[in-house]
């Protein structure tokens, strides 16, 4: 049975690309209203002037840098003072940095920091109360990035690795309550991310569409009884399952070569 949305508001962040406007397209589908969060007004103005026409909801857009402290707070007191109530919060937003990590910018690495792991605990906490009287859905983007660790890719592995494990936590603590939480774990997906990151280096496995995720993170949902986290697609479930029989120092190497370091090249026969 559908995940039912419908008459409820759903806030996305990220919302104005990729994954964030296909969650907001899919949920407008499903007769939801809609709170749209990124920093582009622009992007965001068109996707609702688009939901609005195809499925008569109403879409509220809000621009707000995410990657800023205290952003939770103020994005209530936004909402409050147009009296929205959250009944659904979808954690999209987030970012990708690829290279040696002594040669990374500091200030680029902690931003990284900021929007994926604190903004996402802080939007979490924040409209947690509401998301369980509403009894909705929490979701938070992982990745498959978040089974083993990601030379190369070191901060924004170590991220996603914080998302999944808070996500699967939340979903135990959240048990009888109603509200269904989830973590999406995609692998490579044809959005921007790679344009952010400035480099394909990173993709590892075949590409995904942001359509085939969602309809994974929809289909998870959708579930009598939703699991604590989804892989999307069967070759990148594969692999995440084959992190579980090696050894961590493999695991690190491997990934490593995969993702295009060459040190890691040698260091898997020494």
Same mark, same amino acid.
């Given at each position: 049975?559908?995940?039912?949305? =419908?008459?409820?508001?759903? !806030?996305?962040?990220?919302? =104005?690309?990729?994954?964030? #406007?296909?969650?907001?397209?899919r ?17 965001? *103005? ?11 909801? =109403? ?16 994005l ?11 009944g ?5 937003a ?8 002594? %040669? #990374?910018?500091?200030e ?14 802080? !939007? %979490? ?5 509401? !998301? ?10 992982a %990745? ?25 936590? !939340?979903?135990? *603590? ?24 400035? %480099? *394909?280096? #990173? ?20 579930r009598r009884s ?5 892989v ?15 050894t ?20 898997l026969?020494?």
């Amino acid at each position: 049975m559908p995940f039912d949305v =419908s008459g409820t508001t759903v !806030l996305i962040t990220g919302a =104005s690309a990729g994954l964030g #406007a296909e969650f907001a397209r899919r949920f407008a589908g499903r007769g939801a209203d809609l709170v749209l969060v990124a920093r582009r007004a622009d992007r965001l *103005e068109q996707l609702a002037a688009e939901l609005r026409a195809a499925h008569h909801v =109403s879409v509220t857009v809000l621009p707000f840098d995410l990657a800023t402290p205290g952003v939770g707070e103020r994005l209530r007191g936004e909402l409050t003072a147009r009296d929205i109530r959250v009944g659904s919060l979808i954690n999209n937003a987030g970012f990708g940095t690829h290279g040696d990590f002594a %040669s #990374a910018d500091l200030e680029r690495l902690t931003s990284e920091i900021q929007l994926n792991v604190t903004t996402l605990v802080e !939007l %979490s906490h924040t409209f947690l109360p509401d !998301l369980i009287r509403g009894r909705g859905a929490l979701v938070n983007v992982a %990745s498959t990035a978040a089974f083993q660790p990601t030379p190369g890719m070191a901060v924004y592995g170590a991220t996603k690795a914080f998302v999944l494990n808070f996500t699967e936590a !939340l979903w135990a *603590e959240a048990r009888g309550t109603g509200l269904t939480v989830l973590a999406v774990c995609p692998g490579p997906t044809r959005t921007e991310f790679f344009d952010v990151v400035g %480099s *394909e280096d #990173a993709a590892v496995g075949r590409m995904q569409t942001a359509d085939q995720v969602v309809t994974t993170a929809l289909r998870a949902l959708d579930r009598r009884s939703t699991p604590p986290s989804v892989v999307s697609g069967l070759m990148n479930w594969v692999s995440s399952v084959s992190t579980r029989f090696a050894t961590r120092r493999i695991g690190a190497l491997a990934s490593g070569r995969l993702l295009g370091d060459v040190r890691m090249r040698t260091s898997l026969t020494k």
